[in-house]
């Protein structure tokens, strides 16, 4: 087997037991606990969940989603991992959560819900510092029951870190502030029906006769803030101000008043009652309802049903025997939530937004292409076969269709172009790269172009799932003002990406001509280099052009939007490095300054600068184009640039180890030369 092929094979095992290591370590663990059947709700009915998932819900981000999709992210930011399974005693199986079963758990069961191992620590010393006891595991998931005995240390400590930038936190207050973020909004979800749950006994001293009549026994704090915003006293009150007099609510009420929204919890965190004929634009929470009832808002009219409704549900809740009633009420009251959702234009892209999902098309295809990565690397071992490579290249292309049928899934839901964030250059990338490898196919009679069609599917995906994961939020939020055009998004973001793309696969065909020089040190196929270098070149030249003419136009699109062509912003500074680079390289190849092993030298180096103008000007927090900071994602490009910066290495021992060689086979040609005795001998010795 010759060497080329042995070093391809060993890289290709090393990538795979990394790609499943990672997926591994972002898996859940098992939880050791086995739980009592009074320890966890009754299950959710499959057609209550779905009838939850489908129901619009706005988000703080600004986007109007499913309640699918909302649960997901909720627990993917807490958890790690968008589900859950737990042994439950008489089960021979796990029992499973979805993401929106366990949103219903949290809220009608809070207190079952908080001995759920929901919380991921990725390090045991942040709950030490927190004087929470630690678990034996460095890295393990804990219950809110357990952090909650530190909330005020954990209080503390994201107060404190919340002026303090990201870049300039050590890792274990990154964890820290993310453990606290995710632990406040979990606590905000968890109290967002404490109004249903949490019951009120109005004393004598109410002077409503309606109130009076309810006086001394105990009842649901939203029924009681709805029988009080509809009571005698209250309304005139009201109608005494609106008609310009000043009148201060007697003691009992601001009394009455106070002790109620004291108990209303975090009604705030839901938004999901839909806008109203007049204001079709703002969604509406309990609060909101709350709101409109005492100041005669827009929702006033059905507000008093809707907060008894939510009461009735909370009642349900504690009562094992009356399960079935509060499920069918809960499928209702979803129900009733759609049709109101379905009168306006907001309901139209929800459905397809819980599918995508609910069936994660992308997640199927970063598993697909890992196991076409395997068997490409087997391919390797077998001899040459052209019908196995048919074979690959047109399962490798019904790859490329599942990402482009996954990046079409998200256009329809946002509206926007295929690239609107970080997170969506990924996979667009990487179906780019990939066609243009699998294009070279054409003109390359040799099997580099598939394996680097293969290689770049299965490591964009396994990425483009990383950083989902690494973000843990909501990848299609609503967009900033200045980004929603669409003309500037198809134009500008997807010409500029692409020629990111090409000149990350032009550096690819260099780090592979890097390699090839490395274990094939006497280059006996000079055929092979000869196409990778035509290649090389090719693809830079394409790039360069791409990346040019996606900068001209990202400064015509800057001038419209911030009144400048150019600002030094430093994603504006990475997209002209990248640009200068291309050239450099071209113009040291055209004139002759490098000749075939100093181009790929130069041109695998390429790489650095695109890492770097791509993603890690991001981090920085500086300039318009900032995009925040990613827990994680400088580990990861540290990584990135070693591994390039060591390919550069293995090209210089490559290079280097040439031209040892060439001298020992000079040096031993000499002492093998005889010695002249006559004119011909010698006269052929010179020849």
């Excluded at 050791?32 to 703080?60: C, H, N």
């Excluded at 034996?136 to 952090?147: A, I, N, P, S, V």
């Excluded at 690239?419 to 294009?439: K, M, N, Q, R, S």
Aim: proline share 5%.
């Amino acid at each position: 087997m010759k060497p080329r092929t042995i070093t391809a094979v060993c890289l290709a095992a090393i990538a795979g037991v990394l790609m499943i290591y990672q997926g591994y370590k972002s898996m859940p663990k098992a939880y050791e606990k086995t739980f009592s059947k009074t320890e966890v709700p009754p299950e959710w009915r499959p057609d209550v969940v779905e009838a939850v998932e489908r129901m619009a819900i706005a988000a703080t981000d600004g986007r109007v989603k499913s309640v699918n999709t909302f649960a997901h992210y909720e627990l993917l930011r807490a958890r790690g991992y968008a589900g859950m399974e737990l042994k439950v005693e008489g089960q021979d199986k796990k029992r499973s959560w979805t993401p929106t079963a366990w949103l219903l758990d949290l809220l009608f069961y809070p207190k079952l819900a908080e001995h759920y191992p929901v919380f991921v620590v990725e390090d045991s010393e942040v709950v030490a510092k927190l004087g929470i006891k630690p678990h034996e595991k460095q890295r393990d998931r804990y219950t809110f029951h357990e952090l909650n005995t530190g909330r005020a240390a954990l209080a503390a400590a994201m107060q404190r870190l919340q002026g303090k930038k990201e870049e300039d936190k050590d890792r274990i207050e990154r964890l820290t502030s993310s453990l606290a973020e995710n632990f406040m909004a979990y606590e905000s979800l968890a109290q967002a029906l404490a109004g249903a749950h949490n019951q009120v006994t109005l004393g004598e001293e109410v002077e409503d006769p309606a109130l009076k009549a309810m006086a001394g026994k105990p009842i649901p704090v939203m029924e009681a803030m709805a029988a009080f915003a509809t009571c005698g006293a209250w309304k005139d009150m009201m109608a005494k101000r609106k008609a310009g007099e000043p009148v201060a609510p007697p003691p009992w009420m601001r009394n009455l008043v106070e002790e109620l929204l004291g108990k209303m919890g975090t009604a705030g965190a839901l938004r999901w009652y839909p806008p109203t004929a007049t204001d079709k634009e703002n969604w509406e929470t309990a609060n909101g309802l709350v709101n409109d009832l005492t100041e005669e808002g827009l929702h006033a009219p059905t507000a008093a049903d809707k907060l008894r409704e939510l009461a009735l549900m909370g009642a349900l809740a504690t009562d094992p025997q009356k399960n079935g009633e509060l499920q069918d009420r809960l499928k209702a009251f979803a129900e009733s939530r759609i049709g109101e959702a379905k009168k306006f234009d907001h309901y139209n892209k929800i459905e397809l937004d819980r599918t995508y999902l609910k069936y994660h098309i992308f997640s199927y295809v970063t598993r697909f292409f890992i196991a076409l990565f395997f068997l490409t690397a087997i391919s390797w071992l077998l001899p040459p076969w052209p019908l196995l490579r048919k074979i690959l290249a047109r399962l490798c292309l019904l790859g490329f269709a599942g990402i482009a049928a996954g990046m079409t899934q998200r256009v329809f839901i946002t509206g926007w172009g295929p690239v609107t964030g970080i997170h969506e250059t990924l996979p667009y990338i990487t179906i780019i790269g990939g066609l243009f490898a699998l294009l070279l196919m054409k003109y390359l009679k040799n099997p580099l172009p598939l394996a680097m069609a293969v290689v770049i599917g299965a490591a964009g995906m396994f990425f483009t799932s990383q950083h989902e994961l690494l973000d843990s939020r909501d990848t299609m939020p609503a967009l900033n003002a200045v980004l929603r055009t669409n003309f500037w998004l198809w134009t500008h973001v997807t010409t500029i990406n692409i020629g990111y793309a090409t000149v990350i696969i032009g550096a690819f065909f260099s780090m592979a001509y890097l390699f090839s020089r490395m274990f094939d040190i006497m280059r006996k196929d000079s055929g092979f280099f000869r196409d990778l270098t035509r290649t090389a070149y090719g693809v830079l030249c394409f790039g360069m052009f791409f990346s040019l003419i996606g900068t001209i136009l990202g400064g015509i699109w800057g001038n419209e939007s911030w009144g400048r062509f150019w600002g030094w912003d430093p994603k504006e500074n990475g997209a002209l490095l990248i640009t200068v680079w291309c050239l450099f390289v071209m113009h040291m190849r055209m004139a002759g300054w490098v000749k075939e092993f100093g181009f790929h030298f130069w041109n695998a180096a390429a790489a650095l600068p695109v890492m770097f103008s791509w993603w890690h000007v991001n981090l920085l927090n500086i300039g318009l184009h900032s995009y925040g900071f990613t827990e994680g994602l400088l580990g990861k490009l540290y990584i990135a640039y070693g591994i390039t910066a060591l390919v550069l290495i293995i090209g210089l021992i490559a290079r280097f180890a040439e031209h040892i060689a060439r001298k020992q086979m000079t040096a031993t040609g000499a002492e093998k030369q005889p010695e002249p005795p006559s004119a011909p001998a010698s006269a052929e010795s010179a020849s």
